[in-house]
């Protein structure tokens, strides 16, 4: 992105964007890429991908990138065969990340990430034989001697990193991994010289520190990742994490960085529904601690900051020195670049939904970005100029039809884009009036600012009709068309108190006190959350009033900062069901499932599943379990709202190819099973980016 003449005045962002003097090197600003593992890191074929995605990351201006973890030695190998640097081979190997970093006038950190007993992998190791409930296997307890070789393990880690070109390392204290799991005694019971009082504990840490510092020198960013709350009983208290940091910070640490809840804990810390900047208080606690004793270390803030203005609110407020993004530079590789230009309206910002990257992540795929499908597909999802101009209509402004209208539209195409509504936004406009999707809105401005950017001749309140297209001439048509509710043909449902989720979302239709909602995919579960939550109290836009939901609490009060969750009352009494057997909320997504459960576990939702729907009478729903069916259990309710799926809508696209238009089908339209914006926003951007 060039930079923009004449330069914003005044210059914006004046605390993000002012550098950091390191004393031996200078960050470019306070912006910090957090580490995320994108899975680029397990496979040695990925270093050219790895490298074009960080590069298009420094290209952006981001201050200093901390990669995904990299395992010192196979014991501390997050899944078999994960991404490791323990060889000088491997080192060479890393040149190509730092080159293409450096090359873009970037700085990038190794992370270091020994995962002890969270390895998804039999030769993982602990302090102490205690399975984890988050991984299969049992760690094998290490002897003193096994300690030593892990120590051994992450400072020849840490000189390799130098070697192969990096500014530095982080060595990831937090999260419950190996590290942190010797600090607490929920998972260190040993009685030698590694367990034991809190010194013994924290003997681990600061020996990594101390040893990896004198490996490396002076000149060479040695980040410590702490874990400042973590979330879980018998976690670590005030007074131990402000002892490691001093610690840490005088055995060798450059810059402390925030990590928050063990990934074990039963908190959400990092999805939609967590306040911004939900923790950024825990670093400025720390900060206050650590200033008032005269160690003027930088720190680092984490979690849920994903726009620059709440990056700058933090930093102004003195909570900590960087804030650190991961997913927010998935989302958008020019963020810092954008603010700087005075352009934060064209930030394409993270939605913290983690559908496609940790979800990714975590059922062994590569990780990517819901709004930017280009991210870590850089060298694969290439969107170049178009050889010849040509003319598109693209129907529907969802997800789908946006993605790919300004996709086309970037490539140098005359795109005209139609839309019934009076706004654009499909799906999402019903997405982000759930509470906890309230980020949805972003990508809908995003894309606003977007269609103007490139060009995109947008008709609102425009229903296109099959003659209107024939007659437009178009290259192509793109039929964005989406999705309608799926008519799940239950006795009764054309009964006055029967609604669609469209009704309620999109209609405000009045809703009863007792509500049966048909249907628990992901719009049943969100359609429960806006009902058990009185209107205009999201706990998300209300730090205090989400901290009691979940039970999070100031751990200098309470070891571990957890107490247990106080949820204000639901609004209503909500019974959810589906006709499959088994858990509710299967098909949700890896990481933000159990949320969503949890959520409505707390609001008292029931939730049933194995069910027959038999006939909706005026006092609520008739249900049957299995093959007795006779045997009708009324669920009392005075609004039963539908929530079964959806069909496809593309009435068009018969009369256009019977006109001999070319026809492209995208998003619901295309396939309406298991369509998300994910699936939508792919395909939309990859067919215009083919065409
Ligand atoms: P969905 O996830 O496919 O769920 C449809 C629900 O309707 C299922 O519970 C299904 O369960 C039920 N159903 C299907 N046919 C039925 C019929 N004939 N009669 C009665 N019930 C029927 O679809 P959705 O909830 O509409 O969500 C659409 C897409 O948006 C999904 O892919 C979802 O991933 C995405 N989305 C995700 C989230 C999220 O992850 N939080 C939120 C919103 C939307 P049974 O067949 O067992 O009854
Ligand atoms: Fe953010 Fe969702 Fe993209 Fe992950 S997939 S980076 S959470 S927008």
Not at 80 to 105: I, K, M, S, Y
Not at 327 to 346: I, S, T
Not at 409 to 432: D, K, P, S, T, W
């Amino acid at each position: 992105m060039s930079a923009p003449y004449p330069p914003p005045y005044p210059p914006p962002y004046p605390h993000l964007l002012a550098p950091l003097d390191l004393g031996f090197t200078t960050l470019a600003n306070r912006v910090l890429m957090g580490s995320m593992h994108t899975g680029l890191e397990d496979g040695r074929k990925h270093f050219a991908a790895m490298a074009a995605f960080y590069a298009e990351r420094a290209r952006g201006g981001v201050g200093l990138i901390v990669t995904g973890g990299f395992a010192p030695n196979i014991e501390g190998w997050a899944k078999p065969f994960a991404g490791t640097l323990a060889t000088h081979a491997a080192a060479r190997r890393h040149r190509q990340v730092t080159d293409a970093v450096h090359a873009e006038g970037g700085k990038i950190a190794l992370q270091i990430l020994h995962t002890g007993r969270y390895g998804y992998q039999p030769l993982c190791v602990a302090p102490s034989r205690l399975k984890s409930p988050i991984s299969p296997f049992t760690p094998r307890e290490l002897t003193a001697r096994g300690i030593e070789r892990q120590i051994r393990a992450f400072v020849r880690c840490a000189a390799l990193a130098r070697e192969a070109g990096y500014d530095g390392v982080e060595v990831m204290g937090s999260e419950g991994y190996f590290i942190n799991q010797f600090l607490v005694t929920h998972t260190n019971q040993r009685t030698d010289a590694w367990g034991g009082p809190y010194e013994c504990r924290m003997r681990l840490a600061v020996e990594v520190v101390r040893r990896v510092r004198e490996a490396v020198g002076p000149d060479f960013i040695v980040v410590y990742r702490l874990s400042m709350l973590d979330l879980i009983p018998d976690g670590s208290s005030w007074a131990e994490a402000v002892q490691l940091a001093k610690a840490v910070v005088n055995a060798g640490a450059t810059i402390l960085n925030t990590g928050i809840g063990w990934h074990e804990a039963r908190v959400p810390t990092i999805a939609t529904s967590v306040p911004r900047g939900a923790f950024a208080w825990v670093t400025k606690k720390m900060r206050d601690e650590l200033r008032a004793a005269g160690i003027g270390v930088p720190l680092v803030t984490s979690n849920r900051i994903n726009t620059p203005d709440v990056g700058e609110r933090i930093l102004a407020d003195g909570c900590a020195d960087l804030v650190s993004l991961a997913r927010p530079l998935l989302a958008d590789a020019e963020f810092v670049a954008k603010a700087r230009a005075g352009r934060a309206d064209d930030i394409n910002t993270c939605i913290a939904c983690n559908q496609a990257c940790l979800d990714h992540t975590f059922r062994n795929q590569l990780a990517t970005c819901l709004v930017n499908p280009r991210a870590a597909q850089e060298t694969v999802l290439v969107v170049r100029p178009a050889a010849q101009r040509r003319r598109y209509a693209v129907v529907g402004a969802g997800p789908a039809g946006l993605a790919a209208a300004t996709t086309l539209a970037e490539r140098g195409h005359e795109v005209h884009l139609f839309e019934g509504a009076g706004e654009i936004g499909g799906q999402f406009n019903m997405a982000r009036r759930i509470p906890g999707k309230e980020e949805f809105a972003e990508t809908l401005r995003y894309f606003d600012r977007r269609l103007q950017a490139t060009g995109v001749q947008l008709r609102l309140n425009t229903r296109a009709t099959p003659e209107a297209l024939v007659a437009g001439g178009y290259d192509a048509v793109l039929l964005a068309t989406g999705v309608s509710p799926r008519d799940p043909q239950i006795p009764g449902e054309d009964l006055p108190h029967v609604l669609s989720y469209v009704d309620v979302l999109r209609h405000d239709a009045p809703v009863g006190e007792r509500v049966a909602i048909v249907g628990a995919g992901g719009i049943g579960f969100d359609v429960a959350e806006f009902l058990v939550t009185p209107a205009g109290h999201s706990p998300t836009l209300d730090l205090k009033a989400w901290m009691a939901e979940w039970g999070v609490a100031d751990p200098a009060q309470v070891r571990g900062g957890v107490v247990r969750p106080q949820p204000a009352p639901p609004a209503r009494r909500v019974t959810l069901l589906q006709r499959k057997s088994g858990k509710l909320g299967r098909g949700l997504g890896k990481t933000t499932g159990w949320i969503h459960r949890a959520a409505l576990q707390m609001k008292q939702v029931e939730m049933i599943g194995g069910v027959n729907y038999e006939r909706i009478t005026p006092e609520g729903l008739v249900v049957s379990y299995g093959d007795k069916r006779q045997d009708g259990q009324l669920i009392a309710c005075d609004t039963v709202v539908l929530c079964a799926g959806q069909e496809p809508l593309r009435e068009l696209q018969a009369p256009l190819a019977a006109a001999s238009v070319a026809v492209h089908l995208v998003g619901g339209a295309h396939e309406a099973a298991e369509l998300d914006a994910k699936r939508a926003i792919a395909q939309g951007t990859a067919l215009a980016a083919a065409l």
